[in-house]
T-cell receptor, first 110, second 115 residues
Framework: SQKIEQNSEALNIQEGKTATLTCNYT??????LQWYRQDPGRGPVFLLL?????KEKRKERLKVTFDTTLKQSLFHITASQPADSATYLC?????????FGKGTRLHILP | EPEVTQTPSHQVTQMGQEVILRCVPI?????FYWYRQILGQKVEFLVS????????KSEIFDDQFSVERPDGSNFTLKIRSTKLEDSAMYFC?????????????FGPGTRLLVL
């Protein structure tokens, strides 16, 4: 079955630096990959989607890369702010459901 | 901006009781989903629903679970006889279309606690 691994359970980054989160997947070749943000006690909020034929996607301070050879996506937040502190979920779409990774808890330290 | 809403936000029930979780998807969306998240674990797919039918369900979605669209706006998840292990956050989601790249919009969740 498909497996999604996110690099660490928690990541501490100093405010103003770039945070980089990793998502690796196995046993699947997704047509695209998504990143969501989840705050404590809340539902996931869609951030970015990248397709298999796209190497990179940007949205404001967010950047996602997708390497289908390595089966890996990197999620970057530049000029990080304390308000960026949340859990970030990598997700693959399979038919009409989404398969989520466990997430990485990001703490931006002031 | 339109959003998915869910009620109640919290539900406490005794083991063996039936619960109904309610969702109002975004109005022009045609596809509806339920996910759950046990505390500290990942968000897991339960079921997808389109055109008044279940289109896909996971192994978690056994005979204790059912979904319904009783009217033009609500989408419900019923758990017939709750078990302790059903305690989790339950998220409803909806999407306009289905398929590659179609974004699902999630509600705020219902926190279910089974005692």
């Amino acid at each position: 079955s498909q497996k999604i691994e996110q690099n660490s359970e928690a990541l501490n980054i100093q405010e103003g630096k770039t945070a980089t989160l990793t998502c690796n997947y196995t046993n699947y070749s997704p047509a695209y990959l998504q990143w969501y943000r989840q705050d404590p006690g809340r539902g996931p909020v869609f951030l970015l989607l990248i397709r298999e034929n796209e190497k990179e996607k940007r949205k404001e301070r967010l950047k996602v890369t997708f390497d289908t050879t390595l089966k890996q996506s990197l999620f970057h937040i530049t000029a990080s702010q304390p308000a960026d502190s949340a859990t970030y979920l990598c997700a693959l779409d399979r038919d009409d459901k989404i398969i989520f990774g466990k997430g990485t808890r990001l703490h931006i330290l002031p | 901006e339109p959003e998915v809403t869910q009620t109640p936000s919290h539900q406490v029930t005794q083991m063996g009781q039936e619960v109904i979780l309610r969702c109002v998807p975004i109005s022009n969306h045609l596809y509806f989903y339920w996910y759950r998240q046990i505390l500290g674990q990942k968000v897991e797919f339960l079921v997808s629903f389109y055109n008044n039918e279940i289109s896909e369900k996971s192994e978690i979605f056994d005979d204790q679970f059912s979904v319904e669209r009783p009217d033009g706006s609500n989408f419900t998840l019923k758990i017939r006889s709750t078990k302790l292990e059903d305690s989790a956050m339950y998220f409803c989601a909806s999407s306009e279309l289905v398929g590659v790249g179609e974004t699902q919009y999630f509600g705020p969740g219902t926190r279910l606690l089974v005692l």
